[in-house]
Structure formats: structure tokens, C-alpha cells
């Protein structure tokens, strides 16, 4: 049946399929929707409004005409035969698919050498005479240079392929554990084989294409992951992939995003994608296992096993991505199931192993890991913060887009802030909510609890009651409805705030519970390394204000950026990059904090801001206390 969807004034058919939700239509129409939950109706953002037709529901079925439209949630929605269908998508439903992504790193290779290896062919004097084969011709090519050498079925035949042609010059392998895995022949002529490293989020996707000879970044680009359409966190994820042909779906839409920035890539460097000959992927452990067509159901149950932590090299052909056919593709190894590849690299780059002392390395997400280098042993957790600090869940919030409130100053009776892009406030982005919370606290405006002092922000014309479940919330004005993009205000409420708390809860409790467990404490610590892009936006004083990160000195605090990524680019020009990985491998510890006494009881205490324990911050809460003209002016670079 053919479906209209209506977005403004634009309108679009699309054949739906029986049974098909309207989500799905909406996606197939180029007009996907906020479907954080994952469409099981719970986050209630992808709303949408019935024009016409006969709807079935989860419970009910319901009529729309155009004189008395319908509103619904479009994942729990699905057309019936026998009148034509219409809906129209709001404005504030569909998913934004601009956004800033960081891509930067903290990485610099003193020497690039490229793992992928080029040896010149020798062909025998006297061909025909000859009884040598193909695969023996690069053997002996690649045996000058590498003590073993391995052929794959698929190595085979491009060498032969590639021997046949007049021009082949050269046999290229790559080196992993010590052994030359094979690749083909390439043509002097072709293009100086290049390099791909991603990093594969929950919610974005970053790339970054490197010339492998020199390590000369030629582009980066990046996106949302459109797994998104199949929710928010892992744990949607996980349920998507339980579904049948789950797997095959989940990476289908991730295959689709990365083959889409390869191709942005190329065009803005003016490349060709059958060029790129080394892949190295990285991200957290369901991820990964996603993008390599792998189950991740063990993940999600006890005892949150995943089918493998280190995952062999494979070709670029078998998983449909758009490069070179024959390019070896390779995943950054995880830590365990909860802890992914990504923290691998996040840890390789930073040098975790080779750091004296004892050096905390956290990377706040929806799923905050956190890492414990005692100079020993290695600890490392995950937490499973939501996604407040993403935005999403919140009456306002919203992803790092233009228009998103990123810095906040309480100036006595209404609050400054800035925007991405310098546009009017659209909403609240995760280090906009934590700014928030630690001026209103420091201001007197708002508990220990999260509760607002509704009297004084009233008479400061910064108050207002909103409906939030069905229930009257008290909230804060951010921005007032006419200066905000929307015409309503920007409003932080104490709902919000609860979700925004136990987020933060959950990472202090994490990094509280390693600690303990290795018998010290925040002030035993040399340093803590901050990652990922979250964190490179965070305004750190604040972070310690509210209690998200312990109490320590800002110049033991390090901000790396996308080690993600910087992690995977190690992996194509760092040949001790495989090594290392292992290493971590080798001595990580995981632990399940459901499993820690210690995490629950952190996790109450950490509920209140800064904490149960005040003297945990006592230095801080000193300084906010006293006068303004003794307050030490702040020299860190990363606070912004």
C-alpha cells in the first residue's frame, strides 16, 4: 500500500510493506525519526500526526480524518488496508543528522612506518622454463622481508590475477603476530595505497583517511550511526539483534554509514576508494561485534561474555565495505565484554602501560569505562551512565547540533550561555547540563538532592511548572522563549536534573568502587586521562563541583580527546600498535561492579552534589566559598 508522509510543506510516497511501522516508513522516506528507544515506545520523541486512514496499535486501533487528526507514536503505529494513509512528521521528531563529531586526537607518532608492507616481484629469467607458481613468485618476494608468510584462499587469487597483468610490480602483505598475511598484487602505476581508521560509537561514527606511506591524515569525516533507528544504548541494541535476522539488519545500517563517509572521504581528498588496502576498526564491544556480523546477545547476560575479544583479520569484500575488495580489515581487540576496543586504543594511545604510578583513564558515554593503572595490574569496568549526558532523555536536551546550548554562567538573576554555531538555543547538550547543575548549586539555587529553590528563582523570573509523565515538574528557565530557536523555553527541570544526577552517580560510583578495590583513593592518584569527545568539551572545575570526577588538582588531568580514533590510526602506522593491545589484554582485569558491594553503596552516596561526603571536595567547596577576589584564577587549558 502506498503510504504519504508529510514533513512542512514537502510530501513523499512510499510502498509500505505489511505490518511496517511508521518509523520505518518515516526512514524509508529519507526522513528518519528520534527513535532513541530503540521503537519500543518508551522515549515517546518520535511522535508523529496522524492525517488519514486506519492505524493499527499496540492495544488499539484508530481512525484519522482530516478534520480530527490523530496524534501517535510512529513506533508503535502501523497502516491497515482500505483508505489511503497520511501522516505528518513535527519538526521536533525526526532525527537531526548534522551534529559536531570530534575527531581530533592526542597522537603523535614520533616514526610512521605503515604495517601494510610492498615487495617487489621477481619474475625467473627464462619463464617457460620455469616450473615456479604464482603464489610461490610472491612468496619468495615477500620471504625477503618477513620470516614466515600465510596465504588465504583469497590472496591467491588476487595474486593471480594480479600476475597476470603486464604492469604488476609488486606483492603487499600485512604483518600481525609476527607472520605476513598476504594480500595481492598491485600495478606500479596504481595509487599509493592508503588507510582507513573508525571509530564506530553508539551514536556517531568518525573516520579519519591516511596516506599509509607517510601517515598524512588527507581527510576526516564522521555522522551519526544509523543504528540509531534501532535505538539509543547498547542494551536496544542488543534486544534489535535478538530479533530475527537482528544481526544481519544492525549491520547492514552500519555497513551503510561507513560506506557513506568512505565516499565523502574520497571526494574530498580526491582518491580513490579501491586505494584503501588497511581498515582498523574500533568501538565499544557490541559495536564491533555488530560491524563484523557478529551476535552480541552474551553481552547483554550474565556473564556478559562476548563470542570473541580478539578478532582476526578479515577482508574488506566479506563485510561490504566500499574499498579496495581484497583490503584487510582489523578490530582494535576488547577488554571484555563491557569494555571495548575502543578503550584499548583510548589506552594505547595514552601510554597507559608505561606510565609510572597510579593513573585513572575514564571515558564518559552512555556507557562510562573507566580504566585503574596501579603500575601493576589494570582494572577496568563499565557503568551504565544513560544518556543524559548525550542529551537525549531530557525535556531539552539535545546532541552537540547548532543551536545547542554547550556553556552555561548563572549571572544572578538569569543565565549566559553559549551556543554551537552561535544560533538561539534549541536545547541543553550533556556539558551544558552539567554546567547547569554546578551554578545552581554554587549559587544556592538548587539542594544537595537536585531539588530547585522555586521561591528564589521566581522572583528572578527564572521559574516556571511544565507537565513532564503526565505530573506538574518544577523547572529552570535556561533561555526564555524569545530568544530561543523555537519560541518556547529552554528549561532545565528537576526531572531532568534527577536523570542528569544518576548519571553522574554512576560514573563517580565506578571510578570510587576502582579505586577501592585497589586500596587508595582519589588523592593516592598521580593523574586521571580524560577521553572521548565528551570529555573534551567538559568544563572540568564543574565536573568536580557536582561530584562527576573526584576532587584533584587540574593539572593532573589529562584530555586526549578522541583516543577512539587516534587508537585506530595507531594501528595502521605503528607496527608495536598489535603488541601493545595484547598487552592490555593479557593484564586487564575486568570487573562487574553488580557484583561490588562497595558500587551500590558508592552510587547513593553519589546521588547528592557533590556527594553524601563533602570532605571528598572539601578543597573545592572552599575555594567557590570564598570571596571573589580570592579565588585563583584558572590556568587549565581544558577547562572552556
Not at 542529551?391 to 543551536?403: F, K, P, T, V
Request: aromatic share 4%; with cysteine; glycine share 10%.
Amino acid at each position: 500500500m502506498i503510504v504519504t508522509v508529510r514533513l512542512g510543506g514537502e510530501r513523499r510516497e512510499v510502498v509500505a510493506d505489511p505490518g511496517e511501522t511508521l518509523d520505518r516508513i518515516a526512514a524509508r522516506a529519507d526522513w528518519p525519526l528520534n527513535t532513541v528507544c530503540g521503537g519500543r515506545g518508551r522515549c515517546g520523541r518520535c511522535a508523529v500526526v496522524l492525517q488519514s486512514g486506519h492505524f493499527r496499535g499496540r492495544n488499539a486501533e484508530l481512525t484519522a480524518e482530516p478534520s480530527h487528526p490523530r496524534r501517535a507514536l510512529a513506533c508503535q503505529m502501523t497502516p491497515l488496508e482500505g483508505t489511503p494513509c497520511e501522516f505528518e512528521i513535527p519538526a521536533s521528531s525526526r532525527r537531526i543528522e548534522s551534529g559536531r563529531m570530534v575527531a581530533d586526537c592526542a597522537i603523535s607518532l614520533r616514526v610512521w612506518k605503515s604495517r601494510l608492507q610492498r615487495a617487489p616481484l621477481r619474475r625467473p629469467a627464462d619463464p617457460l622454463g620455469s616450473p615456479t607458481s604464482d603464489v610461490e613468485l610472491a612468496r619468495d618476494a615477500i620471504l625477503q622481508y618477513a620470516d614466515d608468510v600465510e596465504f588465504g584462499i583469497e590472496a591467491v587469487s588476487e595474486i593471480a590475477m594480479g600476475l597476470g597483468r603486464p604492469d604488476a610490480s609488486d606483492v603487499w602483505w600485512i604483518e600481525r603476530d609476527g607472520r605476513a598475511f598476504a594480500g595481492g598484487a598491485r600495478a606500479a602505476t596504481a595509487g599509493q595505497p592508503l588507510g582507513l581508521a573508525v571509530d564506530i560509537g553508539t551514536t556517531t561514527v568518525v573516520t579519519a583517511l591516511v596516506e599509509l606511506a607517510s601517515g598524512r591524515q588527507l581527510a576526516n569525516a564522521s555522522d551519526y550511526n544509523a543504528q540509531l533507528s534501532r535505538g539509543a544504548d547498547v542494551a536496544s541494541r542488543i534486544t534489535a539483534a535478538e530479533t530475527p535476522g537482528g544481526v544481519a539488519e544492525l549491520q547492514r545500517l552500519v555497513r551503510g554509514t561507513i560506506n557513506e563517509l568512505i565516499q565523502r572521504l574520497c571526494v574530498s581528498a580526491g582518491r580513490s576508494a579501491d586505494d584503501i588496502l588497511h581498515v582498523v576498526i574500533t568501538g565499544n564491544t557490541v559495536m564491533q561485534h555488530l560491524a563484523l556480523g557478529l551476535p552480541p546477545h552474551g553481552i547483554g547476560r550474565i556473564p556478559f561474555r562476548p563470542v570473541v575479544r580478539r578478532y582476526p583479520l578479515l577482508r574488506a569484500e566479506r563485510l561490504g565495505l566500499a574499498v579496495g575488495p581484497l583490503a584487510w580489515v582489523e578490530a582494535v581487540p576488547s577488554l571484555s565484554g563491557h569494555i571495548g576496543g575502543d578503550l584499548t586504543a583510548d589506552a594505547t594511545v595514552a601510554g597507559l602501560l608505561q606510565r609510572r604510578g597510579r593513573w585513572l583513564l575514564v571515558d564518559i558515554g552512555t556507557n562510562g569505562e573507566i580504566l585503574f593503572w596501579d603500575g601493576h595490574h589494570l582494572r577496568c569496568t563499565a557503568t551504565a551512565a544513560g544518556p543524559a549526558f548525550e542529551g537525549a532523555g531530557l525535556s531539552c536536551g539535545m546532541r552537540a547540533d547548532e543551536g545547542a546550548v554547550e556553556r552555561l554562567r548563572w549571572r544572578g538573576d538569569h543565565f549566559e550561555y553559549e551556543t554551537i554555531g552561535g544560533a538561539r538555543p534549541a536545547g541543553l547538550c550533556g556539558s551544558a547540563v552539567v554546567d547547569a547543575l554546578a551554578e545552581l548549586a554554587q549559587a544556592g539555587l538548587m539542594d544537595s538532592t537536585g531539588r530547585l529553590d522555586t521561591a528564589a528563582l521566581d522572583r528572578r523570573g527564572a521559574a516556571v511548572v511544565i507537565r513532564q509523565a503526565g505530573h506538574p515538574v518544577h523547572a529552570v528557565v535556561i533561555a526564555p522563549s524569545e530568544a530561543s530557536a523555537h519560541g518556547v523555553p529552554v528549561i532545565l527541570s528537576e526531572a531532568d536534573i534527577a536523570e542528569a544526577l544518576k548519571a553522574k552517580a554512576a560514573i563517580h560510583a565506578g571510578i570510587m568502587t576502582l579505586l577501592h578495590l585497589a586500596g587508595c583513593g582519589p588523592a593516592d592518584l598521580d593523574g586521571l586521562i580524560l577521553a572521548g569527545g565528551f570529555g573534551r568539551h567538559l568544563h572540568l572545575r564543574n565536573a568536580m563541583r557536582i561530584g562527576l570526577l573526584p576532587e584533584l588538582p587540574l593539572e593532573c588531568i589529562e584530555v586526549i580527546g578522541n583516543g577512539a580514533l587516534g587508537g585506530a590510526l595507531q594501528g595502521l602506522g605503528d607496527p608495536a600498535a598489535p603488541a601493545e593491545w595484547d598487552r592490555l589484554l593479557r593484564v586487564a582485569e575486568p570487573i562487574e561492579l553488580n557484583l561490588c558491594d562497595k558500587f551500590e553503596t558508592e552510587f547513593v552516596d553519589s546521588l547528592l552534589v557533590p556527594h553524601a561526603d563533602p570532605t571528598r571536595f572539601a578543597r573545592l567547596l572552599a575555594s567557590d566559598s570564598a570571596p571573589p577576589t580570592q579565588r585563583p584564577p584558572s590556568t587549565s587549558r581544558h577547562i572552556v
